[in-house]
T-cell receptor, first 115, second 113 residues
């Protein structure tokens, strides 16, 4: 079974402060990990995925297989970063099976960046 | 808008009723996914269709069913509605299945009274 845990429901920081949104997962195989973001009144959109290893809007996330974590980090938070963030897992498509399209989401973390 | 579209935006209905939610994928996308977002369960995968065929099933109740039509739009049918079915229902689409980014629609907010 696959499971994603985001331990913080709410996270508040001040503008310019570093921010880290935690994500831990459990999965027996080799997963793909994603971060999705949902800004107020907007649809869910992909922020980044671990296989691309790129930085989007200043956010980065490193897959730590030993700790089964995929924490999202940004060194200097901005007010426009305030949103709901979801960590998600998908079975590696090269692993076969029939559930490779399925995304399993964590419960989400609401990030509020204060001025 | 060439993105994923969902209708209706909002739906209010009574317990015991049946509703149909509609999703049109992005142009060219063959896969459609349905997710339910509720306060207690979070965002959960319901079902996936690829080119008209069911591909994967998640935590979808027997009272719920879905299909994907030849024009690739999809419908999610919810019957014998209960208060606990109140949620935001998202549709997502991707080009194929493996390794593709899923693009989400704006969602349909269902309220069961």
């Amino acid at each position: 079974a696959q499971r994603v845990t985001q331990p913080e429901k709410l996270l508040s920081v001040f503008k310019g402060a570093p921010v880290e949104l935690k994500c831990n997962y459990s999965y027996s195989g080799s997963p793909e990990l994603f971060w999705y973001v949902q800004y107020s009144r907007q649809r869910l959109q992909l922020l980044l995925r671990h296989i691309s290893r790129e930085s989007i809007k200043g956010f980065t996330a490193d897959l730590n297989k030993g700790e089964t974590s995929f924490h999202l980090k940004k060194p200097f938070a901005q007010e426009e970063d305030s949103a709901m963030y979801y960590c998600a897992l998908r079975p590696n498509p090269n692993a076969g099976g029939t559930s490779y399209g399925k995304l399993t989401f964590g419960q989400g973390t609401i990030l509020t960046v204060h001025p | 808008d060439s993105g994923v579209t969902q209708t209706p935006k909002h739906l209010i209905t009574a317990t015991g009723q049946r509703v149909t939610l509609r999703c049109s994928p992005r142009s060219g996308d063959l896969s459609v996914y349905w997710y339910q977002q509720s306060l207690d369960q979070g965002l959960q995968f319901l079902i996936q269709y690829y080119n008209g065929e069911e591909r994967a099933k998640g935590n979808i109740l027997e009272r719920f069913s879905a299909q994907q039509f030849p024009d690739l739009h999809s419908e999610l049918n919810l019957s014998s509605l209960e208060l606990g079915d109140s949620a935001l229902y998202f549709c997502a689409s991707s080009v194929y299945m493996e390794g593709d980014e899923q693009y989400f629609g704006p969602g349909t907010r269902l309220t069961v009274t």
